[in-house]
């Protein structure tokens, strides 16, 4: 008689699911306290599914000793501490980012790029992005669209606004 004592219980399977599931969902946020507790999320999934490939728990992975009991595998351990330091490493990188981005912005949300917005316009008007746009004549100077465009992470320019208190006396 054959005895299957590998296989996984249902609820860890259906934790590593759950972990995964909320992870990724996590990571398509545009906060980064999101994007952080997704990546979180998901190294603590992949932790649980290391813990449940490693098999069932036996006697500590050290030869020399007596035991009747078969030994556990310690690739899957090895696997989790490592695991574990990747999502540490990963964690403390968006964190980082966050608090960066609350000091300079006052808030932790991802913008959209200027010129992904630019490539997803030519693409709707199915426009070749591999046209160099410096070469074409459109008529108006590079100080004209200047004013135009809008950047969101320029600082003010300290010729054209005034400093307040404290400047040169004016």
């Given at each position: 008689m054959i005895v299957l004592d590998n296989i996984p219980s249902g609820a860890l399977l259906l934790a590593v699911g759950v972990l995964f599931a909320a992870g990724v969902y996590l990571l398509?946020?545009?906060?980064?306290?999101?994007?952080?507790?997704?990546?979180?999320l998901l190294g603590n999934g992949a932790n649980l599914a290391l813990l449940v490939a490693g098999g069932r728990a036996g006697a500590p992975p050290i030869t020399g000793t007596d035991d009747a009991e078969p030994m556990s595998d310690p690739l899957a351990?090895?696997?989790?501490?490592?695991?574990?330091?990747?999502?540490?490493?990963?964690?403390?990188f968006v964190?980082?980012?966050?608090?960066?981005?609350?000091?300079?912005?006052?808030?932790?949300?991802?913008?959209?790029?200027l010129e992904d917005t630019r490539i997803a316009r030519l693409a709707v008007e199915d426009a070749p992005s591999y046209a160099d746009s410096d070469?074409?004549?459109?008529?108006?100077?590079?100080?004209?669209e200047a004013v135009t465009t809008r950047d969101e992470v320029a600082l003010p320019d300290p010729?054209?606004?005034?400093?307040g208190r404290g400047g040169d006396g004016a």
């Open positions: 398509l946020e545009r906060s980064l306290t999101r994007v952080l507790l997704g990546f979180v351990q090895a696997m989790i501490l490592t695991s574990i330091v990747i999502t540490l490493a990963l964690v403390a964190l980082a980012m966050a608090y960066r981005s609350w000091q300079l912005h006052g808030h932790d949300e991802v913008q959209d790029d070469t074409e004549e459109t008529g108006v100077t590079l100080d004209e010729v054209t606004e005034p400093r």
